[in-house]
């Protein structure tokens, strides 16, 4: 007799523990606004029709009187009818036809926000910003934000060991259909591989560095949306900026560097013989003394 008392025990357990736990069904509806019971409910009644409401107490593991005040507002909802009077059976309203509902509601509250924002929006550009990052950590997460919200473009211009952390986002970047084009100085990216979305592109063609500030500094813009700029001399520190101008420019400068590049590959000897090895002459000609400056010591602009 005890055992038989123990297992009877056990079972009822067994199944209230299920019965406790809500469906997939009910945790969807809770994303719709459904509170916990009306979820369970319905999601028992779906699973059980048409069905009273200590059926659907007992097929949800609810409360009777809980139940009673979701049917209620379920009803009023116009998810669930009665179809019997004594007693009382409920059905679900045709879910397509219901759901479709929801959805044309819910679409249209969401036009009507988006055309309230944009009207509040101030004029001056609204969301366009400009910050500083200060540590390596902060700089490297920012990059790391930035490289997995892409979703059309990432350029990316550094050293291959800078670069060499965000590998593994880059990668995944590539896999999901963005198009990635690193501007490197030395060969190929430590950890990454060749992937047809990702191209590798020498600096000037050989990716030799011209020495500092160049192996410290990392430039990346993203989907023409958002861009960083970062400086490793010292204490990493970089510039991130959601304004289209600056984004613009900088994005330029890279499509620059990309046709240096081809231009190198194309016309390479010619070049080293008009201008020098690394375009010597032009750099001595146009580049102002001192201009790494500021960079290599890790300085920044005096306040105005």
């Known amino acids: 007799m005890p055992s038989t008392t123990r297992k009877t025990s056990v079972n009822a357990a067994v199944k209230a ?3 406790n736990v809500a469906p997939p069904l009910a945790t969807a509806l809770r994303g719709l606004g459904f509170t916990d019971y009306e979820a369970r409910a319905y999601a028992a009644l779906a699973a059980k029709q048409p069905a009273t409401a200590y059926e659907i107490a007992k097929q949800a593991g609810l409360p009777r009187a809980n139940v009673y005040s979701a049917l209620r507002a379920l009803e009023a909802k116009g998810a669930i009818q009665p179809v019997t009077e004594t007693p009382v059976r409920y059905v679900p309203v045709n879910p397509e036809q219901f759901f479709r509902g929801i959805q044309r509601s819910t679409s249209g ?6 055309r309230e924002l944009k009207r509040a929006a101030p004029d001056d550009g609204g969301s366009a910003y400009v910050s500083v990052l200060r540590g390596e950590g902060e700089v490297r997460l920012r990059l790391n934000e930035m490289i997995e919200g892409a979703r059309e473009h990432v350029w990316l211009k550094g050293t291959v ?5 965000h590998a593994r986002e880059l990668a995944a970047a590539a896999r999901r259909g963005v198009t990635v084009r690193l501007i490197v100085f030395g060969k190929a990216v430590p950890g990454l591989k060749p992937h047809r979305r990702i191209q590798v592109i020498p600096h ?11 192996d410290a500094l990392l430039t990346s813009t993203v989907d023409g949306s958002s861009m960083l700029i970062a400086s490793f001399t010292g204490n990493a520190r970089a510039s991130f900026a959601r304004d289209y101008p600056v984004i613009y420019v900088i994005e330029t400068l890279l499509l620059h560097e990309i046709y240096l590049a081809e231009i190198h590959a194309a016309f390479g000897p010619q070049l080293e013989a008009r201008f020098g090895h ?3 002459s032009l750099r001595r000609k146009y580049r102002p003394r001192g201009r790494g400056r500021p960079v290599i010591e890790g300085g920044e602009p005096a306040a105005a």
């Open 17 to 19: 523990g299920f019965s």
């Open 109 to 114: 509250l969401c036009e009507d926000v988006m």
């Open 161 to 165: 060991t800078l670069i060499a952390p």
């Open 204 to 214: 000037e063609g050989d990716g030799e560095l011209h020495g500092p500030p160049s």
């Open 278 to 280: 690394q375009l010597a």
